[in-house]
């Protein structure tokens, strides 16, 4: 809870503050990246980072956090910042590397913000920030224990067992542990990150959910090879790297599991919506309710291009069909690649015909504009928005718009 000292201060200044947020992050990172460049080589995201996605999300989730302490003070923060948590967890982020960050981010809001940055305001934005990362740091020592590992121990060589080539831009892997040990336990609809050395040298990570019930053998991503939609970045480092030389026999740095979109224990009816490559942690979900013979009332929602950009379309359906009260939709853009079925459509997918239970909780994944139109339409359907989770692929842009 923010001091009774500081709540007026940031109240005042959140404003100005947060309009600068965006000028405020990417001086950040470029100060950060000065005096460690080592880090954007081998930890952030350089695609994100030439975007200026990562510093959107920056600038929301401090936004969304400082919001939340001068505007509902009584609430806990974890379920703002879960998300970002998982994702430290799954890079091995670590209690030491906060200073850092915070001594360069509040020297950014000074630098930014000029003689507005008083004694007073500068006091109150970094208990701000100390209360965020304090935050993080005490959800990320929970996950590292509940993993049985020391803080930033996540990081583990699994072998490729597998490599199955599943559409002109998708390869799935199947990975094993190389000393024969079962894999580590997750819980359906969450991720690993992988890393890899690319030709300059530079180690990137990706995140790739798991597309498979948990089995405690083997674990499979499925990697959709990401091209520049207008040649402003490259096409994605990481997924091309795999493309072009991930291979069965090879071994690849993996994380341990993270992520925080988890289906619920109790049998309540689903709705689990995705597009493109998004169908990833919904297999996974999928597969674990096939396997443990659920009941529950699930509705499928998948929209792609095409039936063949339809990744694990055959599975898919095998999957919903052993499932007695699940139903499957599925959208695809183009008309003249339409694939004849009682509920198959052309377009964008749309949840018109569909009535959700008032007791459904729904799993969201795929482009930001897919997931706020399929929100937007559960909402005015009656769900409660915490009944409404998501997943995204990269840094998380909706995280301040709400």
């Known amino acids: 809870m923010l001091s009774a000292q500081s709540v007026p201060v940031v109240r005042a200044t959140l404003p100005v503050v947060g309009a600068s947020l965006t000028t405020i992050t990417d001086l950040f990172y470029r100060r950060l990246f000065e005096e460690r460049p080592e880090l954007l080589r081998h930890l952030f995201n350089r695609t994100n980072q030439a975007t200026g996605a990562q510093r959107q999300a920056l600038a ?11 505007e509902r003070p009584g609430e806990r923060p974890d379920a703002v910042l879960a998300r970002i948590a998982h994702k430290h967890v799954s890079l091995g982020i670590t209690a030491d590397q906060y200073p850092l960050v915070g001594r360069h981010l509040l020297g950014a809001v000074a630098e930014v913000l000029g003689d507005a940055v008083t004694p007073e305001v500068g006091a109150a934005w970094e208990e701000v920030y100390w209360l965020m990362a304090n935050a993080l740091i005490a959800v990320e020592y929970r996950l590292y224990a509940e993993a049985g590992v020391a803080d930033g121990d996540v990081w583990r060589r699994l072998e490729i067992a597998e490599h199955r080539e599943e559409s002109p831009d998708a390869v799935s892997l199947v990975l094993r542990r190389t000393d024969g040990r079962p894999t580590a336990a997750f819980r359906p609809g969450q991720y690993v990150s992988v ?28 990697v959709k090879r990401e091209r520049a939609a207008d040649g402003t970045v490259p096409d994605g480092e990481v997924s091309s790297w795999l493309h072009t030389h991930a291979r069965a026999g090879d071994t690849l740095d993996v994380s341990l599991p993270a992520g925080d979109l988890v289906l619920p224990d109790a049998g309540t009816p689903l709705l689990l919506a995705s597009a493109g490559i998004g169908i990833t942690p919904m297999l996974s979900m999928l597969d674990h309710l096939a396997v443990t013979s659920a009941t529950r009332p699930i509705t ?39 694939s004849p079925g009682p509920q198959v459509f052309t377009g964008r997918a749309t949840l018109g015909h569909l009535t959700p239970a008032p ?25 409660h928005p915490a009944a409404v989770h998501y997943e995204v692929f990269g840094p998380d842009l909706w995280l301040g718009e709400d």
């Open 60 to 70: 929301g989730a401090v936004a969304a956090f400082a919001t939340l302490l001068v």
């Open 195 to 222: 890393r890899v050395e690319l030709p300059d040298g530079a180690h990137q990570i990706r995140q790739y959910s798991l597309s498979t019930a948990p089995d405690h053998k083997t674990w499979r991503i499925t």
């Open 300 to 338: 499928v929602v998948h929209a792609d291009r095409t039936p063949q950009d339809h990744v694990h379309r055959d599975e898919q359906a095998d999957l919903v069909s052993r499932l007695p009260g699940a139903d499957l939709h599925l959208w695809y853009e183009d008309d003249a690649h339409r």
């Open 359 to 383: 007791d459904t909780t729904a799993f969201l994944c795929g482009p930001l504009p897919f997931m706020r139109a399929v929100r937007g339409e559960l909402l005015a359907k009656g769900l």
